[in-house]
């Protein structure tokens, strides 16, 4: 059987598209042709503002034996690849005024600058782009859910700060793609005139002679995920409209579409639908290689998101400010369910004897503890995945009376980035890696 390297891609007609891991295609590869072949680590880093109801946010016991309280619930497939977090806290976000200066640095630790000039640090998925980047097409994935406000806060902290939770250097945020459709064409290089038509449909010839060269296990994998595409790219086709009226829009308006309100701007008028397609995104992308590293903003702090299928009347933000209530339980909840959405789909992609989340980490995190008492002095992490077996799972991690000096954020960063193969000496407020992890 002739065989080809993992990196073996479908081309048609201005388009690229990877293909993940597969028996068939590994010769070549000096990491993956071994019998115990070494598959890449990625992570990713899904936030949400403003806090969650804490009355419900808890966890006990380990393994199969762990309690989740009934925000966490979902997660209850994956006790086992999970670890739920409490009592980490950000230093340079504490004392500073709320909302923004407890946002701007939660992946980097810095210490933020208030006033015109930005000034932050480089946030930990794009240190670790910076590292990885070369290993993969495309450095890391900054996707958000919800369009960036300008300005400045009442605390004199730009609102950049709330807006953005990845940084390229101190004083510039990465520019968060929010629309699904772009988003995915960049997963597959579809650019230029041919864009409108069907990825697959321009692969098609080239996934034709692929599949007489592999396996039978592989080519059900092939079919496999040429479907899942199939089924995403279905669904973008109808934001991909949604867009190009809105950019016409913005035009005979004279205005930004950036500034026009959801669904005039072009975004996906049902914010469940928008979360899932940021979701398979990023999914598609660690299957397939195409970068290692990810961020979701699932919403801004300050976030004026609404949520009709929740029956909460109130905004996002109002409605964290009565965070303890049924209403705010739900949105926790909801968001949780994001997590597991995204690790379903990884725990659903077979990578050798594992799975696509077995070799990765994902990090769900807020700014805050209380939305209602803007309470930065422990933050709700949550991480699934077990990054190649490097890091353990099935716990939970209480550092809350550990000292402060013991339960830096920054200090589980650094430990991250070693799993990952990233070792610095500091990062942020750290120094020391978090003990126990």
Known sequence: MNRSTRRTALLGAGVTM?????????????????????????????????????????????????????????????KKKLNVVTGLFNRNANGVGIHPGQTGNILSGAALQKGAVLKGGVSLDQVLASRLGEDSPQPSLVLGCEQPITGYHETNFSMAYSSHISWHDANSPVPMEVYPSLAFDSLFDNHGSRRMQSILDRVREHASHIRRQISAADRAKLDEYLNSVREI?????????????????????????????????????????????????????????????????????????????????????????????????????????QLAYLALRLDSMPEGQGTVLDNSCLMFISNM???????????????????????ETGRVLDYLDKGDDNRKLCSLYLSLMDRMGVELPQFGDAETRLAGL
């Open 233 to 337: 790219e279905k669904r973008i086709e109808r934001t991909r409209e949604d867009k190009s009226k809105a950019d016409a829009n913005a035009v005979r308006r004279g205005q930004p579409v950036e500034v026009m309100k959801r669904p005039d701007n072009g975004l996906p008028e049902d914010l469940r639908e928008h979360m899932r397609l940021m979701g398979d995104i990023i999914a598609t992308a660690f299957q397939t290689d195409k970068t290692r590293v990810a961020t979701l903003l699932l919403c801004r702090d300050l976030s004026g998101l609404f949520y009709p299928f929740l029956d909460v009347r109130k905004a996002h933000h109002p409605a964290s400010h009565d965070d303890l209530s049924d209403d705010y339980e739900r949105v926790s909840r909801y968001y949780v369910s």
């Open 18 to 78: 990877a293909l993940p891991w597969m028996e068939s295609l590994r010769a070549g590869d000096d990491q993956l042709s071994t019998e115990n072949p070494v598959f890449p680590k990625r992570f990713a880093a899904l936030f949400m503002g403003n806090g969650i109801n804490a009355d419900h946010w808890w966890a006990k016991g380990a393994g199969d034996e762990m309690e989740l309280s009934q925000t966490l619930e979902q997660l209850d497939p994956f």
């Open 369 to 391: 503890w209380s939305g209602s008492r803007h309470d930065s002095s422990k933050v709700p992490l949550l991480l699934l995945g077990g990054l190649g077996g490097t890091l």
